[in-house]
């Protein structure tokens, strides 16, 4: 057996080789993994925090986008990747509290990530191709009331955030419309707008410019309050839908078991990030509001979420078994 000397020495030898390793870090390259396709929301938020992050940290920030399965594929390639701090993913509502509540098998569980900070939250938005025979929400729900099961919404894929919210618009307006499940936001928006689908649910960032373009037209916000860009567009709780103001959020998770001196890294560098004036205007053009918080605080919230998706899938009766 180890004696207690013998024991110290090796602690003490784990701890300069974690300190030598955390001193050195990042001494290549660091790979974020966007678990959906390019042009979603969680593309353009990666990409806006990607460089500033890079110079943060002294070295290039890489984006690695590997949709597919609703953000699950990519997200639990980051968990099983070395806890080294050089793989890094974009935690989302959908892959860090939809599926670790809901789903039977999705490739991964909470505990394999430790959160580092979330970057920003944002609307969710319900627009429609323009040929839509509707103009604001109210002939929206008009609409899809007198047409049961006639019309279609496209999301980023079964049980992301997008998918959950169409279930739950279904739910408080009382419509019934077909779910046609994308591997991100991008694909989802360009059906739409090429008319083979006729409603998108998705977060107002990657929607912006097609709307401000008129390729789409917006119906509705799921929000707590009305956007300010868009001061004549409703949101969910003016038409009725009670407690119906979900919005989105994104930020930066690590495989569980980096080690502390590196999470401390890149908290700093992310600190850093987030104070950077044109980081915070060049979220907020996109549609977001800067967040960042601690790892500790981050932790908390997505918990919070878990158990309270939990409750609502249980009430309004919604499952992602096959």
């Known amino acids: 057996m180890l004696s207690h000397r013998h024991l110290a020495v090796a602690a003490a030898c784990l701890l300069l080789a974690v300190s030598a390793a955390a001193q050195t870090y990042p001494a290549r390259p660091v790979r974020i993994v966007v678990p959906y396709a390019p042009g979603g929301s969680t593309d353009l938020i990666a990409r806006l925090v990607a460089e500033p992050l890079g110079r943060a940290l002294g070295q290039a920030v890489v984006i690695d986008n590997k949709g597919g399965a609703g953000g699950m594929l990519g997200t639990a390639e980051v968990a099983r990747a070395a806890p080294d701090g050089y793989t890094l993913g974009v935690g989302t509502v959908s892959t860090m509290v ?5 789903h039977p098998k999705p490739g991964y569980t909470i505990d394999q990530f430790v959160p580092v900070t979330n970057i920003g939250v944002m609307p969710n938005v319900i627009a429609v191709n323009p040929k839509f025979p509707a103009k604001d929400l109210k002939e929206f729900i008009a609409v899809l009331k007198a047409n049961p099961d006639k019309y279609t919404f496209a999301t980023s894929g079964k049980g992301s955030i997008n998918h959950m919210l169409g279930e739950s618009f279904q739910a408080g307006a009382g419509v019934k419309i077909t779910h046609v499940p994308y591997r991100g936001s991008g694909p989802a928006m360009q059906d739409v707008v090429a008319g083979q689908v006729d409603i998108l649910i998705d977060q107002l960032p990657s929607s912006k410019n097609f709307i401000d373009t008129g390729k789409l037209r917006l119906m509705g ?13 409703m949101t969910m709780e003016e038409v009725g839908i009670k407690g119906f103001n979900d919005q989105a959020w ?16 890149l908290s700093q560098a992310m600190n850093k990030v987030m104070a950077m004036p044109e980081v915070r205007a060049r979220l907020e053009k996109a549609g977001a509001t800067p967040f ?3 790892s500790a605080e981050y932790s908390v919230q997505i918990g919070s979420e878990i158990e309270a998706m939990r409750t609502l899938a249980k009430v309004r009766n919604i499952s992602l078994e096959e």
């Open 221 to 233: 916000v799921i929000s707590p309050k009305r956007v300010a860009e868009y001061p004549n567009v």
């Open 98 to 102: 939809i599926f670790p509540a809901l």
């Open 292 to 294: 960042g918080n601690s």
């Open 250 to 265: 994104y930020g930066v998770v690590a495989p569980a078991k980096t080690p502390p001196a590196v999470l401390a890294t």
